[in-house]
């Protein structure tokens, strides 16, 4: 079944999405800084179309042999996928009308500021720009920050205020391609790298296909998120957090200023989202009650108000290194391989192992002799040493933040700078542990001085990191 009677998108529908990519300086008018071209647009046509008109032209193409199952599902369920075009094949002329310009657009921040660290920033963030009437993408997660917000209110007119800053960001322009919030971070970058504790995200907060809460985002706020939504889900689950990709404003947060993050919703979309039927009517059909948009504004509150009243910063950096060692072992023997395409002996890898496991002590020692004694220390007693802790913790995720502009050889993005974790190149709306390595593995042909000057990247941020722990 499909839409009105299911949630499922008919074939004759048109779902929307966006191409491009900009690069560095904010655009503040008149700025000679944020040079006109600065927006990267794809070279290629892009049309949306239905899936049925998508199945008429795929038919007409060669076909494979043999495909991964994954080609065969869709529009061509159970066919063979095609190959590609030929020069004496069927052509097609396609009329696009779309137009460049440059909008104004308009980002709202809302500050409930701290009473001790007001220089410590919470920052719960959803965008309000939708490609139609955007019920499920994004009112759903705007119903349930706003939610937050008017709670937080609430406690405000009781006398209450938090330990530090909690900032409300509702961006502008998200479905153009993360412009609003990326346009705000590439402004506040230097401000965020010092005072920005956690970015907290929320997209879709009812997909249609809900049936529990979830959450990605940074290894550090794993055990946090997994308390929160366990209880919210009546679950048990000891699953790794996955990590964020770029299909939302935690991005440019994690992956370019370092900022570490969660992105809490909805576990599915459905397929309807971003076409004309993304209406009320929709979000009644799957959500009568609105019992889903409540849960996810029960646990972003519990994450934001946890993140900015607890005296010790509600992280563990022995579990983020622990993944880490475990991301390491997965593509050690990848990297053996490579070694041996390059001529370089399984030697050349030592100091990274070296680095792996200075990194997982460091966690660990962090953990036993620095944080966990404060746990049970008042704050006038240990208050150095609790913002030593904190700011620790605040940092380590800035540690793996690759500085300057040195070529990015794994991704086309500007903004994927973090070198411990990215979007995949196969999907941007998943993260990847060690992405470059992971490209240099998949690659046919390489270079012993790129795969020798990728290995030292990773070595240096580990060190980095470690250095953060350590000092």
């Not at 996955?242 to 994690?254: I, K, R, T, V």
């Amino acid at each position: 079944k499909s839409y009105p009677d299911a949630s499922d998108l008919d074939q004759a529908v048109v779902s929307t999405q966006s191409t491009g990519d900009s690069e560095g300086w904010p655009s503040v008018p008149d700025s000679p800084l944020k040079k006109e071209g600065a927006l990267r647009q794809s070279v290629i046509i892009c049309q949306p179309i239905t899936g049925e008109d998508a199945a008429v032209l795929l038919r007409a193409l060669p076909k494979m042999s043999s495909v991964p199952a994954v080609w065969s599902v869709g529009v061509l369920p159970g066919e063979l996928a095609p190959i590609g075009g030929t020069e004496d094949g069927p052509q097609l002329e396609v009329s696009v009308s779309n137009s460049v310009r440059r909008v104004n657009i308009t980002n709202v921040i809302g500050t409930i500021s701290g009473s001790v660290e007001p220089d410590r920033w919470v920052i719960l963030g959803n965008h309000r720009d939708a490609w139609t009437y955007g019920a499920i993408d994004p009112n759903s997660g705007t119903a349930a920050m706003l939610e937050v917000g008017r709670s937080l209110g609430k406690f405000l007119e009781k006398g209450w205020r938090p330990r530090r800053t909690i900032k409300l960001a509702s961006w502008d322009a998200e479905e153009w391609g993360l412009i609003g919030s990326i346009e705000w971070v590439e402004e506040y970058r230097h401000l965020l790298s010092s005072r920005a504790v956690i970015y907290v995200n929320t997209d879709i907060a009812e997909g249609g296909k809900c049936t529990e809460v979830v959450a990605t985002g940074s290894p550090l706020y794993e055990g946090l998120a997994r308390k929160v939504l366990n209880e919210i889900n009546g679950l048990n689950t000891t699953e790794p957090l996955p990590l964020s990709g770029s299909g939302s404003d935690m991005y440019e947060f994690y992956c370019y200023a370092g900022v570490s993050v969660l992105d809490i919703g909805c576990n599915s979309a459905c397929d309807v989202y971003h076409s004309m039927h993304d209406t009320q009517h929709l979000l009644e059909l799957v959500d009568n009650n609105y019992k889903n948009l409540a849960k996810v504004a029960s646990a972003l509150a519990q994450v934001v108000v946890s993140v900015s009243e607890s005296v010790l910063i509600p992280g563990d950096i022995e579990h983020y290194t622990d993944r880490i060692a475990d991301w390491w072992l997965q593509q050690r023997p990848g990297l053996i391989n490579v070694m041996k395409r390059i001529g370089e002996k399984e030697t050349a890898l030592t100091p990274l192992d070296v680095a792996i496991r200075e990194l997982s002590n460091a966690g660990k020692q962090f953990m036993k002799n620095m944080y966990t004694p404060l746990v049970a220390v008042g704050e006038e007693e240990g208050m150095n040493e609790v913002r030593r802790v904190n700011d620790a913790l605040l940092l380590f995720d800035r540690a793996f933040i690759l500085p300057g502009s040195d070529p990015l050889f794994w991704t086309p993005s500007y903004y994927s700078r973090h070198l411990l974790v990215s979007p995949s190149a196969e999907d941007l709306y998943s993260g990847n542990g060690f992405p470059s390595l992971q490209w240099l593995i998949s690659k046919s042909e390489l270079s012993k001085d790129e795969v020798l000057y990728q290995l030292e990247l990773v070595r240096w941020a580990l060190k980095a990191s470690t250095d953060v722990l350590l000092d």
